[in-house]
């Protein structure tokens, strides 16, 4: 019986294929033989809801998770017999960033920045606000002002934004500041007590960012853009965390590195013969 080990990750782009990149034919089949082992712990890591989590296992026929850290890591769920089971106790940890207010109180602070176009309401949930961000806005100078004006309201947030590739639009979510998906993470390990030598996280875009730099060891697919490829390794290097990202290249079993052959050599690369 070897060791457990806690596997966090990411799903669009990450395990899912749904980017420009080619997926190596039977990459996402030893990823399942693989996460299958009762040793390992599954979680997804999601911008992602519940729902359409599950709609994605469905589609891509993926492995069912025993978590998912869903909607960026403003909840937790854990898989039960009788269904997906949120995690209260991560819900209060981080409603007290808000000061007791949710999505729809916060969201007049914002209402003057006319570059800043609310998601859909299927992708807002209590402690997540989604907006739209047109790329050619200029984003750097609009975020400290965001900041600056829910400090005096009493709500401390953090702001996640990645880029949208495929539709090219900026995705921007606020947070409470306390949560997100290294947040998260660090929260689930805690309570399962993981701890750094037996979890490992992957990911392929900006709001993978923070768990990528952080000393969780982390993998970025290969399938990612330059772009983050070379704010991966700044920003770990910034942290002292050079050593806990892998990004992959390629060639383990012949795969092509992207999305689960990614996967696989990164745990191949941090916990050798695992597989
Ligand atoms: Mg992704």
Known sequence: MRSPILLCTDLD??????GKQEESPGARKQFADFVNKDFVTLAYVTGRDKDLTRQAVDTYRLPKPD????????????TTDSGLALDDEWQQQIKTDWAGKINQDVRPLFAQFKTLVL???SRQTPYK?????????????LFPQLHALTKKAGVAIRIID???????????????????????????????AFDLH????????GNDLQVLASPIQSILVANASVDIQKMALEKSKLSGNEDSIFIAKGGYQGFNGNYSAGILEGI???IPNLL
């Open 119 to 121: 998601q859909e309401e």
């Open 162 to 192: 990645s880029i949208d590739e495929i539709n090219n639009i900026r995705l921007v979510d606020i947070l409470p500041q306390g949560a997100s998906k290294r947040h998260a993470i660090e929260f689930l390990m805690s309570k399962l």
């Open 67 to 78: 978590y998912i850290i869903a909607d960026v890591g403003t909840s937790i769920y854990a």
């Open 198 to 205: 037996n979890t490992v996280f992957a990911g392929d875009s």
């Open 129 to 141: 606000l989604s907006y739209y961000l047109a790329l050619d806005c200029p984003h750097q100078s």
């Open 268 to 270: 191949d690369y941090y």
């Open 13 to 18: 782009r990450t395990l899912i294929p749904n």
